[in-house]
């Protein structure tokens, strides 16, 4: 979008971007036939906030907008979420903690949602979100990479410990977070437009993966579009992609272009397509231990087949990974496949569309041509017993969850 709002939202984006990039060359030195490249002076030695031994682990930073969740943003270690006020931010609510990755059969690993700690004016938020990340610095776990991550110092230490220390070294008390509500979480597939007269286009590109096939020239046309009419493109976290900034007048040659080319457009992907998402796994990531992208089309189909069997229009999230470690965010979703083996899956169900909740473990090591027949009957159970305007994740919650 290209409102005043927007404008806003990119610029403190930016600022964020350019604060928490590393400064030091560290990162950029290259050695060839044992000599080392000379950059010359453009990158300095000295790492302003990370100093010389960076943070424990990885830290993730997401900016969502006050009730559209489309990035998940309770997945995040710092999660910032944007109040609007007119045309103008009026505000962050922060959320701390977040992180999807875990370990089989280790119960101290563990998915965990980010927790309100705090609002913040717009002059605020880069000095709080530096010393959020300042106390990960300082006392993250170094001496155990499976604990290294933000959100077991959270709960080692407690958020009270957290706010304190936070409160401490910004020199003020922190404004309480506000409630959050989250209207609609969109997929922003299809036509749209972007608030200046121009328009922008969300295509749908299963499990993220751009190419060329017998029934569908997906690379080779967005070549050709993208050249032909310079869009701004974007990847969504939903591993789908948005073309920006298109005049009207391109709209129709466009969609004809990628209607030739084999590309389906919104309205003609089913839900249970369109909500699911898989992670690369085999044969690319020496993680995995059980394939995903490469199987999920099979699984889809079958799974459309029992939910129009039984009668579901819903939108239920469907994620699949290889491995525990959740790249494509499996434990917030409504029905999330973990690979555990080669060929077989720990189930989770309960989690929910607008990624709010963690779901629980329903299933361990079922295998893969199984996994439709699994769901199948806490799915009639939900067609058959919830109550109105209630989804499957709140069903399962509400029957199943201890």
């Not at 106390?135 to 709960?155: C, E, M, P, V």
């Not at 209607?259 to 990531?285: H, N, W």
């Not at 079922?366 to 439709?372: C, H, I, K, T």
Request: hydrophobic letters at 35%; one cysteine or more.
């Amino acid at each position: 979008h290209h409102d005043a709002f927007h404008e806003e939202l990119h610029r403190q984006l930016a600022e964020i971007v350019n604060t928490f990039s590393a400064k030091t060359k560290a990162y950029h030195e290259i050695w060839i036939d044992g000599e080392q490249v000379d950059f010359g002076d453009q990158l300095s030695e000295d790492e302003p906030i990370y100093g010389e031994t960076y943070l424990p682990r990885k830290f993730k930073i997401a900016i969502a907008v006050e009730g559209d969740n489309c990035i998940d943003v309770y997945a995040n270690d710092l999660g910032i979420v944007a109040h609007r006020s007119g045309d103008h931010v009026e505000g962050y609510t922060l959320l701390v903690g977040g992180g999807m990755g875990r370990t089989a059969n280790k119960p101290d690993t563990y998915p965990r949602l980010a927790s309100p700690i705090a609002y913040v004016t717009p002059d605020q938020l880069l000095e709080t979100a530096l010393e959020i990340v300042r106390i990960q610095r300082d006392f993250g776990n170094r001496s155990d990479r499976r604990h290294g991550r933000f959100k077991y110092l959270l709960d080692e230490r407690g958020l009270d410990w957290f706010k304190g220390e936070l409160q401490t070294r910004l020199g003020r008390t922190l404004l309480p977070p506000r409630a959050l509500t989250w209207e609609q979480t969109s997929d922003h597939l299809g036509w749209h437009e972007q608030g200046d007269g121009q328009y922008y286009l969300g295509l749908f590109v299963q499990n993220g993966r751009i190419k060329d096939s017998d029934d569908l020239q997906l690379k080779s046309v967005l070549r050709k579009v993208v050249t032909q009419y310079r869009p701004t493109v974007h990847l969504t976290t939903e591993q789908n992609l948005i073309l920006a900034d298109l005049a009207i007048a391109d709209r129709e040659p466009i969609e004809s272009e990628l209607r030739q080319a084999g590309v389906k457009f919104v309205e003609e992907i089913s839900d249970v397509m369109r909500y699911a998402m898989a992670c690369p796994a085999l044969p690319t990531c020496g993680l995995a231990t059980a394939e995903s992208e490469r199987v999920m089309p099979d699984l889809l189909r079958n799974m459309e087949a029992v939910f129009t069997d039984i009668g579901i229009a819903d939108k239920i999230t469907i994620r699949m990974t290889g491995c525990p470690n959740g790249c494509a965010r499996p434990y917030v979703a409504d029905i999330a496949f973990v690979g555990r083996s080669i060929g077989k899956y720990d189930v989770f169900l309960g989690g929910d569309y607008d990624g709010t909740h963690l779901n629980t473990l329903f299933a361990e090591l079922v295998p893969f041509d199984d996994l439709p027949a699994r769901v199948r009957p806490v799915l009639e159970q939900y067609v058959a017993e919830k109550q109105p305007g209630e989804r499957f994740g709140a069903f399962y919650r509400r029957v199943f969850a201890l």
